[in-house]
């Protein structure tokens, strides 16, 4: 069974960063294509990125206004899944998803809230 | 970035039928934009209940089948329940990225 549990999540003052861990179990991770989803309290789904399998050249892609700031990585060794988020600001406040192949599993998800 | 667009909002009669519509500002959806339908009830977290355009997960009720038609990607709900009731949100592929669309309040009434 698929499961994903999604952790790190803070309290953070702006311009503050933050590393966002996911734990996963109960399918081939390391052949995964893993993805960050964020939702903002009372607003839509926003896709954070993505990153391939080792197999497909472990790289990750960002949504284009979060680059610079945002990196997904994956320690496939450990079933983990990573977002480091750097220079956060006061719109980066939402709930954290990390999302596995087919959307198979949405978790609870990890609050992340920045504010002074 | 790409632009995806749904319906705001939507009404359906419980054990009626509703379509679900989701455009790109790139042009016409295709199978190669490996759509997915996300449902999200008031106050749960989300789930998946297409992927790929039209592959239901084990938890998808039979009621609700995606497809493309006219361009977009669909999402139809056939005899439509209270339950039903809820924020639909699709969720587009691109070269390098994936764009959600900004959801369709689905009311049941």
């Known amino acids: 069974e698929v499961h994903l549990v999604e952790s790190g999540g803070d309290l953070v003052k702006p311009g503050g960063s933050l590393r966002l861990s996911c734990a996963a179990s109960?399918?081939?991770?390391?052949?995964?294509?893993m993805n960050w989803v964020r939702q903002a309290p009372g607003k839509g789904l926003e896709w954070i990125g993505h990153?391939?399998?080792?197999?497909?050249?472990?790289?990750?892609d960002h949504a284009a206004p979060l680059k610079g700031r945002f990196a997904i990585s994956r320690d496939d060794s450990k079933n983990m899944l990573y977002l480091q988020m750097n220079s956060l600001k006061t719109d980066d406040t939402a709930v954290y998803y990390c999302i596995p192949p087919g959307g198979s599993y949405w978790g609870q998800g990890t609050l992340v809230t920045v504010s002074s | 970035q790409a632009v995806v667009t749904q319906e705001p909002s939507l009404t359906v009669s419980p054990g009626g039928t509703v379509t679900l519509t989701c455009g790109s500002s790139t042009g016409a959806v295709t199978s190669g934009h490996y759509a997915y339908w996300i449902q999200q009830e008031p106050g749960q977290a989300p789930r998946t209940l297409i992927y790929d355009t039209n592959n239901k997960h084990s938890w998808t009720p039979a009621r609700f089948s995606g497809s493309l038609l006219g361009g977009k990607a669909v999402l139809t709900l056939s005899g439509a329940q209270r339950e039903d009731e809820a924020e639909y949100y699709c969720?587009?592929?691109?070269?390098?990225?994936?764009?959600f669309g900004g959801g369709t309040k689905l009311t049941v009434l």
């Open positions: 969720l587009l592929s691109y070269v390098g990225s994936r764009v």
């Open positions: 109960g399918f081939a991770f390391s052949n995964a294509w």
């Open positions: 990153i391939r399998s080792q197999t497909d050249g472990g790289t990750a």
